[in-house]
């Protein structure tokens, strides 16, 4: 088992604790010949790490959880981003392309409005997109944080140095009762006093 297995098999544990129904959920992962020729056929060379995380889950079925709980959000990792399976991802990495100038590596100013080679994205919160820096010459793919639309109150930034530290930080706030399951809403709340107790100013991890 890799360590990114690892840790998100952790962290839907902690969803399970919470009352979160997202394990039920969960698509099968996907092969990793499969992963690798359709990122190719993008351009993009898999890290282990992309490989790892697509092959543990292929994100959740919202379709399915939508079709039980029609009025529900969508499910959600962590407040308020969402599950995303690879299809999804490769449809939204394509919408950017179109959109956004195409480079080789992300500039040093903080800005946005713009995409580069190698990111894809893993997470969901319009109009923020998770994307994880996916290069065969690395195990690790850094995470960032861009916007689905040019604005400057979201600039990108690059929020962790690889998918297990960004996910050992969603461990972390959900092993810390950060999130609740609120069953009447059915979705994933934030649980203000931990993020203040924290002097956290970002409900994100």
């Known amino acids: 088992m890799s360590e990114l297995s690892r840790v998100l098999d952790l962290v839907i544990s902690e ?6 129904p997202a394990r039920r959920f969960l698509r099968p992962g996907v092969a990793e010949g499969e992963i690798r020729s359709r990122l190719a056929a993008l351009g993009i060379e898999a890290s282990q790490e992309v490989i790892d995380y697509f092959g543990w889950a292929d ?6 959880w939508l079709r039980e709980n029609p009025d529900a959000p969508a499910l959600a990792a962590f407040w308020p981003a969402q599950w995303i399976d690879l299809p ?3 449809i939204l ?5 179109a959109l ?11 800005t946005t409005g713009y995409w580069v080679r190698g990111w894809l ?3 969901f919160s319009s109009p923020e997109l998770y994307v994880a820096a996916s290069s065969a010459s690395s195990v690790r793919s850094p995470v960032w944080r861009t916007s689905d639309i040019p604005d400057d109150t979201f600039p990108t930034m ?7 530290d ?4 969603v461990l972390d706030l959900l092993r810390a009762d950060a999130y609740r399951w609120d069953s009447e809403v059915k979705a994933l709340l934030t649980v203000d006093e931990v993020f203040e107790e924290r002097g956290l100013v970002s409900y994100r991890p």
């Open 15 to 20: 969803h399970d604790r919470i009352g979160s």
């Open 100 to 110: 956004s100038p195409f480079l080789d590596e992300a500039p040093n100013e903080l």
């Open 93 to 97: 990495l394509e919408q950017q392309r």
């Open 121 to 123: 994205p893993f997470l």
């Open 88 to 90: 999804s991802a490769i």
């Open 158 to 164: 690059r929020v962790a140095d690889s998918l297990v």
């Open 166 to 169: 960004y996910w050992e930080r």
């Open 59 to 64: 994100g959740v079925d919202q379709r399915a």
